[in-house]
Each structure stands twice: as C-alpha cells, then as structure tokens.
C-alpha cells in the first residue's frame, strides 16, 4: 500500500524560508521520479518540482525557479522541497506525488502560508 507523508508547512513571513520532506513507503522508492505539486484557494492544483529517480535530473515550475530546490534520499525513501525567498503567492497546500503504473498517489498534503 502506497503512503506518503508530507510535513515541514507553516507560517512563514515573507522572504523566509521552509523545507518540506516527504516519507514514501509501499513502492520501489529508488525506481520512481517524484514531483511536488501545490494547490491555493480558489485555484489548480499545478506541478512545482519534478526529480529522477537518481536526482540528476530537476525541473520547476517557472515560478519557483531560483528560489525553490528539490532533492532526495532513497536510502531514507525521502524527497525533499527547500523552499527560499518565500513570497505570498507562495501559499498554498503542498503534495508530494508519486505516480505508478499510471495512477497518481498523493499524501494528505501540508499547508504552507506566507504572510506577515
């Protein structure tokens, strides 16, 4: 059974900094790229960081390149979102995704709120 776990989301004040991590479990965590989406109020839920299974490829989101890095650890089946020069559009609910055989996992998502 598929499980991820996000935490690290809180109040922050604008131009702070948080790290989010993401614990997986129930898959072959070293064979699987993971990605980190958001989602705020009233809108989409949108891709923000994207990482290969060995981290050597990353990609973000233009709204977030510069000031976001992912990364992981596959011996502590673990990835992460260190997330810099936090700014209000920045709020949002942050969900770490797995997807296997083509079907999308999602942990229960944790909220990150930028604000003075």
């Known amino acids: 059974q598929v499980h991820l776990v996000e935490s690290g989301g809180g109040l922050v004040q604008p131009g702070g900094s948080l790290r989010l991590s993401c614990i997986a479990s129930?898959?072959?965590?070293?064979?699987?790229?993971m990605n980190w989406y958001r989602q705020a109020p009233g809108k989409e839920r949108e891709l923000v960081a994207q990482i290969s299974v060995t981290g050597t490829i990353r990609n973000y989101a233009d709204s977030v390149k510069g000031r976001f890095t992912i990364s992981r650890d596959n011996s502590k089946n673990a990835v992460y979102l260190q997330m810099n020069s936090l700014q209000s559009e920045d709020t949002a609910v942050y969900y770490c995704?797995?997807?296997?055989?083509?079907?999308?996992?999602w942990g229960q998502g944790t909220q990150v709120t930028v604000s003075l």
């Open positions: 995704n797995a997807r296997i055989v083509s079907i999308d996992y």
């Open positions: 129930g898959f072959f965590f070293n064979r699987k790229d």
